[in-house]
């Protein structure tokens, strides 16, 4: 294993130095290069164990026939194109995209050694079960047998509820939307994946606020920005090809670039103003600037009145915010926001960007609201160079969270109604009563019956709950007895000793992944517990959709490796085992009996995801942009000639209708200076057209072009007979429009896109245009208030800024004023915060087990500040215990740094392995334990869930610190 830093190479005895083979052929350095596969920053092409993959010389390559293929990096969000050299079959080397609007040519560490992801030695080869405290290689065909009769038992026993799927953003679209669909035709909307506890807060905020719940921009478009503010994010590390876009802005438009942490990140060294504030107190931080802002009459009167509503009640409570009570309660002064205040104010377009950072709180949503209300005041929406330019985590976080591989939600975010099922069992072409008759149903309070597929399940946050509470204090049937892990770390989610405890009262463990992740070793189970290998994306092929809302398409590197299967296979042959299989895949061509057609798979969405404008990317479009990437602009995305001209690169979302309507794709979402059917829009009429008598709609103001020029609403059948242009529909689209709900059908569930279409036709909107609400009545905060952290360190601000009353939502009881109410800052003084490194991603699984990777950062840390280590006599270097308030600790290097404040530990959530001081490498099936172990910060951190979404809280937690 990695112990020490060598001369750049992971060392690995039991081969020859690629170096020295090479020093034995006539090459030059850059046929060397590009032959080994170190063409990419030191990544060495070295061939899999087991004979599986031949092992090709530096000469043999460059003779040999090549060919290239084009991927998708699968870690991060911006979507960086790999082109991977192959030959024989065997991937030999990659490049980045130069081509790529996203990336540029540029790779980082991450993208520079996924080649290594595909075929590296510590993968899980074969399907597993651990047996006697053994782990034992079994078949494909006896697995999926023995998991599927004893889920079938558990559902007899306790309910299909009692199954747990839990889904990845590392899926492709194609894998998302089957894993969505078989959770409902097995009977549960328990099921979810990582963006509940990454971006959850953010979808439910943004879109409550304007229609939308994603990146309104692009990362290209921030070339546009005049000022650059991010809040809770540090690309840097966690993004770091973003950051040629953001420095471009910087350098070009000499852009202020203003960063607020409470932690002086990499990020932050590129800042003309780093702004220091405490962990926790983003609401009252972005008041403070608003406080100056509306002070001074900087706010856009003009876009406000017309495009906003709700502004007053925010000035209101904004006005509470005095430079005084905002340092009290941030620790910022109010001079400094003074300053930033009017950078922004003077440099207009401005984007704001946020991360996990701002999100992973008990008030997550409040912070959304907070950031999204800060750029309407500014007037920096619907514009190029504004918008909120969210980053998210996952290479298709966003594409899983669109396809609803979420507890709360169906596809295309229909949400759980009567209608919505309606809708998706038109779609599937499916019995209504067939699928209802899937779910359980349960007697309700009044003692009528209640079906459950009309009922939030679970969030991922709070799986740990279904299996350890008590049933009669849920809203589940029964306790959760079976937990399915597919494609995610459970070493990134809070109350680790808690979550050790539930894995070992589970009846099954099944872990779907190409590593076996934490999940395999953090238990002591002796059986019980599945191992399945899955593929990696670069073995399969798919669409991903990065975070700016574009679609790209991956194409299939290499086949399989081991005995892995790709992810969709898997849900076949769990479709077949419970005897859904012929009517799951009715509309999908099959290959075989257990491999579905991926671009079968798309076209299916494609018929049914209306809301969002999932519906004019088909498989032929996406892979004509891949193909066509130089004809892209750099800075519009849009094409310039081509085959695809006019086109904006990836088809962003909403592409609306059908593909063959022809619809270029939304570059910025609520641009109204562009017509509809060009990439303009509105914002959306989600909320009613009045409230308390105010109009919720746009005064005087349409897109480009509109032929109403005023707001107005989401346009159903009988808007479009009101208006007169019914009769520019086909014979066709009536009878489809007809057959769902006649005049009442509207643009979400008119199958044909009839209504989309000849909407579009008239340059109007097709979810209609409204006003932004700076107030969402339907949350538990309608005005984002601040409110204390549930465990923090200041007592004197509770009274002011209290927390939640306890209350049961998402199924589960939930805490919150029973926790604050306990002083728990006496014992544990320090703020204890978590992020991303560079170097690895999510979990880490994958990551830490790529050896170039590996050998950058060996060491699981804590970030402490030089005064509270000296008083703690805590030296640099030193291991030390990290400890919570529940009990759970960790045992980590202490790195001494001003990089956090006084009073505040920061530690890295990438890491797994050893568990409150133990190691655990011993209990990894043979080969597969990655290069670098280490503690999880989530042992450490606390119980805290958002007040909306049950999103968890990483980000502010109280910890004590201790020499080992």
């Not at 209350?807 to 006496?826: C, E, G, H, V």
């Amino acid at each position: 294993m990695l112990r020490k830093k060598t001369n750049g190479v992971a060392r690995r005895p039991q081969r020859t130095s690629i170096l020295t083979s090479a020093a034995e052929k006539t090459v030059d350095r850059r046929t060397f290069l590009r032959g080994s596969g170190l063409a990419i920053g030191g990544l060495a092409a070295l061939g899999a164990t087991g004979g599986t993959v031949t092992r090709a010389s530096a000469q043999s390559a460059v003779a040999g026939s090549m060919k290239n293929v084009k991927s998708v990096c699968t870690h991060c969000s911006v979507g960086c194109t790999v082109v991977a050299e192959v030959q024989n079959g065997v991937w030999v080397g990659q490049e980045p995209g130069w081509d790529s609007p996203f990336n540029l040519g540029s790779h980082c560490a991450k993208g520079a050694a996924v080649r290594e992801h595909a075929h590296g030695e510590r993968r899980l080869k074969y399907p597993m079960k651990k047996e006697g405290g053994e782990w034992k290689r079994i078949s494909w065909e006896q697995a999926i047998n023995e998991i599927g009769d004893g889920m079938m038992k558990i559902r007899e026993e306790s309910g299909p509820d009692s199954v747990y799927w839990l889904g990845s953003a590392k899926h492709n679209n194609e894998q998302a939307y089957l894993f969505r669909k078989f959770a409902a035709y097995w009977g549960t909307n328990n099921v979810d994946h990582q963006a509940r506890i990454c971006h959850s807060t953010t979808v439910a905020g943004v879109a409550n606020t304007w229609g939308y719940g994603a990146m309104t921009n692009s990362y290209n478009d921030i070339h546009n920005s005049k000022a650059i503010f991010i809040i809770g994010g540090n690309p840097a590390e966690a993004h770091p090809v973003s950051l040629l876009h953001v420095l471009r802005a910087k350098e070009n438009n000499n852009a202020p670039l203003i960063v607020c942490d409470p932690r002086f990140t990499r990020t932050a060294a590129h800042a003309d103003e780093y702004v220091r504030f405490r962990p926790g107190t983003d609401v009252a931080l972005v008041w403070g600037i608003l406080w100056h802002i509306f002070e001074n009459g900087w706010e856009d009167k003009e876009f406000i009145r017309t495009r906003v509503w709700g502004m007053d009640q925010i000035k209101e409570e904004v006005r509470k915010w005095n430079p005084e009570e905002v340092e009290r309660v941030t620790g910022t002064p109010g001079s400094q926001l003074k300053r930033v205040a009017r950078q922004l104010a003077n440099n207009r377009p401005g984007t704001v960007i946020w991360c996990m950072g701002g999100t992973q709180h008990t008030n997550g949503n409040n912070n959304t609201r907070a950031y999204c209300i800060l750029q309407l005041a500014l007037g920096n929406m619907g514009t190029s160079g504004g918008g909120t330019n969210i980053f998210r985590g996952h290479d298709n976080v966003q594409g899983a969270t669109d396809l609803g591989v979420l507890s709360h939600t169906l596809p295309g975010y229909y949400g759980l109604s009567a209608g919505a099922w309606a809708h998706w069992a038109r779609v599937w072409e499916e019995d209504l009563d067939w699928l209802k008759g899937q779910f359980e149903t349960v007697k309700s309070s009044d003692g009528k019956d209640k079906n459950l597929m009309n009922l939030t399940g679970i969030p991922v946050s709070r799986w740990i709950d279904g299996v350890l509470e008590d049933p009669a204090n849920t809203d589940n049937p029964d306790s959760v007895r079976a937990m399915v892990l597919w494609g995610h770390a459970p070493n990134s989610q809070t109350r680790g000793p808690e979550m050790k405890t539930a894995m070992e009262k589970l009846d099954m463990l099944v872990v779907v992944d190409p590593f076996p992740t934490v999940s395999a070793v953090m238990q002591d189970r002796t059986d019980g517990v599945y191992l399945l290998p899955a593929s990696t994306q670069f073995e399969t092929r798919g669409s991903v959709t990065a975070s700016n809302r574009s679609f790209q398409w991956r194409d299939q590197i290499m086949d399989p490796l081991f005995e892995s299967l790709p992810d969709h296979v898997i849900i076949a042959k769990f479709a077949n085992k419970f005897g859904f299989g012929d009517r799951f895949f009715r509309n999908i061509e099959m290959e075989d009996e257990e491999t579905p057609n991926v671009e079968s798979v798309t076209r299916e969405f494609n018929r049914g995801m209306w809301t969002i404008g999932y519906t004019g990317q088909d498989p032929d479009r996406i892979k004509l942009h891949m193909a066509n990437q130089h004809t892209f602009d750099r800075t519009t995305l849009q094409a310039i000639g081509g085959p695809a001209d006019g086109d904006y690169y990836g088809l962003p979302w909403p592409c609306w209708g059908t593909a063959e309507m022809g619809h270029p794709g939304t570059p910025n979402l609520y641009d109204m200076s562009k017509p509809v059917s060009e990439g303009g829009l509105t914002f959306r009429a989600r909320f009613g057209v009045e409230r308390d008598g105010d109009n919720l709609l746009a005064e005087g103001v349409a897109s480009a072009n509109s032929e109403i020029q005023d707001g107005y609403p989401e346009f159903t059948m009988q808007m479009l007979m009101d208006l007169g242009w019914d009769g520019d529909l086909t014979d066709e689209e009536r009878a489809s429009i007809e057959a769902v709900a006649g005049p009442k059908t509207n643009w979400k569930t008119d199958l044909s896109g009839g209504i989309q279409r000849v909407a579009i036709a008239h340059e109007c909107a097709p979810f209609g245009n409204a006003k932004a609400r700076a107030v969402v009545w339907t949350f538990p905060d309608p005005i984002p208030i601040h409110r204390e952290p549930l465990y923090t360190p200041r007592r004197d601000l509770v009274e002011d800024y209290p927390t939640y009353e306890d209350r049961k939502f998402y199924r589960l009881p939930t805490m919150y004023a029973s926790i604050q109410k306990n002083d728990f800052s006496k014992d544990f003084p320090i703020i204890l915060t978590s992020g991303r490194l560079v170097e690895y991603e999510g979990g880490g699984d994958e990551t830490r087990s790529n050896p170039w990777l590996a050998e950058l950062q060996q060491d699981m840390f804590v970030e402490i500040n030089p005064r509270d280590a000296n008083n703690l006599g805590v030296r640099d270097g030193a291991q030390v215990w990290v400890e919570g308030p529940e009990g759970g600790k960790v045992k980590v290097m202490a790195m001494v740094t001003p990089r956090v404040g006084e009073g505040v530990a920061f530690m890295p959530f990438h890491f797994g392995g050893h568990f409150q001081g133990v190691d655990l490498r011993d209990k990894y099936p043979s080969g597969a334990d990655p290069y670098v172990l280490g503690e999880s910060t989530n042992t450490a951190q606390t119980y805290g869930y958002d007040s909306v979404t049950q999103m968890q809280e990483t980000k502010t937690t109280l910890c004590k610190i201790s020499p080992a």
